[in-house]
């Protein structure tokens, strides 16, 4: 498995921790567990993997800090599903849940070429406020 083609799980885990770490200097498995709501052992299993892969620093009771070419992964899995929320939440009309749900299903599966265009597709759209209004409208189908 080479860091281009993380798990999608292993992809959770990175996006967690960078964003736990916007508000701390490091973080503790515990914590993931917690928001994760899942056993200490898998998240340690996990942990494991990215230090192996040199994406994070696992020091056990020290916490986890996160590598630099681990934060260049975690923004573009972060960049791909908050452009996803924003085109099914902001263009398509979605409730937060639902777009939220489906941007972290396909952050993880989508292709570059196809995610560049959709964030092409995005920009205009919010640069085209009328082309919104007229597709939520269904004026344009």
């Known amino acids: 498995m080479t860091v281009e083609n993380l798990s999608a799980s292993l ?3 990175l996006e967690l921790i960078c964003n736990l770490l916007e508000t701390s200097q490091s973080v503790k498995a ?3 567990a917690k928001k994760l709501n899942i056993s200490r052992a898998s998240v340690s299993e996990a942990l494991a993997r990215l230090s192996e892969k040199k994406l994070i620093v696992y020091e056990g009771h020290k916490g986890i800090t996160i590598t630099p070419e681990g934060l260049k992964k975690a923004k573009e899995v972060i960049d791909k599903h908050n452009t996803l929320t924003a085109l099914f939440e902001d263009v398509l009309g979605f409730d937060r849940e639902t777009s939220e749900d489906n941007a972290c299903k ?3 599966i989508i292709n570059s070429e196809v995610f560049d265009r959709i964030k092409n597709f995005l920009t205009y759209c919010k640069e085209n406020e009328k082309f919104i209004k ?7 189908k």
Not at 134 to 140: L, T, V
């Open 11 to 13: 992809e959770d885990y």
């Open 30 to 32: 515990v914590e993931i």
């Open 106 to 108: 396909i952050e993880h």
């Open 134 to 140: 007229d597709f939520k409208k269904g004026n344009i």
